[in-house]
């Protein structure tokens, strides 16, 4: 594996991504010899995460983004589809236009997204975040989805 330092190689191609915030540029090192693909992000102002303990931390998009594909293991056709999932999350996290954001919102918001793409991880993922404990725990939320879905 080579080690190539950004500042001694040239862009050769620039895309933005379809949400407007990533930009993907196709770059060569100046002697020519490789060629590799580097992703920008705008970066954000910091968000605090105030936990169940109300301990803060900073949030991380991957330790979000972990917290999903754990919980909702391999419900999704693709790695894209979780990825828009996470980036639908942060956007609302950022427009909340809060600097500290519990943590129980966090999870009411990726719920909220799963809700819309997959019932399979929706259930998954509140499994793990409402840390059901009996079957009765199960057979609530999935009578709750079904009255939502037939609202």
């Not at 620039?14 to 915030?21: K, L, Q, T, V, W």
């Not at 990825?83 to 909220?112: F, H, K, M």
């Amino acid at each position: 594996m080579h080690t190539i330092k950004i500042g001694n190689s040239r862009v050769l191609e620039s895309r933005e991504s379809a949400d407007g915030i990533t930009i993907r540029r196709r770059r060569e090192t100046l002697d020519g010899k490789h060629r590799f693909t580097t992703y920008e992000r705008v970066e954000r102002p910091n968000l605090a995460v105030i936990k169940k303990d109300s301990s803060r931390e900073l949030f991380e998009r991957t330790k979000l983004a972990n917290a999903i594909r754990r919980s909702v293991g391999k419900f999704f056709k693709s790695e894209v589809e979780v990825e828009e999932i996470i980036d639908r999350v942060e956007d609302r996290l950022y427009g909340l236009g809060e600097t500290e954001i519990p943590s129980r919102q966090i999870g009411e918001l990726v719920l909220d997204e799963l809700a819309a793409c997959n019932e399979v991880a929706y259930v998954r993922f509140a499994s793990v975040f409402q840390k059901f404990e009996t079957l009765d725990d199960f057979v609530k939320i999935l009578e709750q989805r079904k009255r939502s879905k037939q609202s």
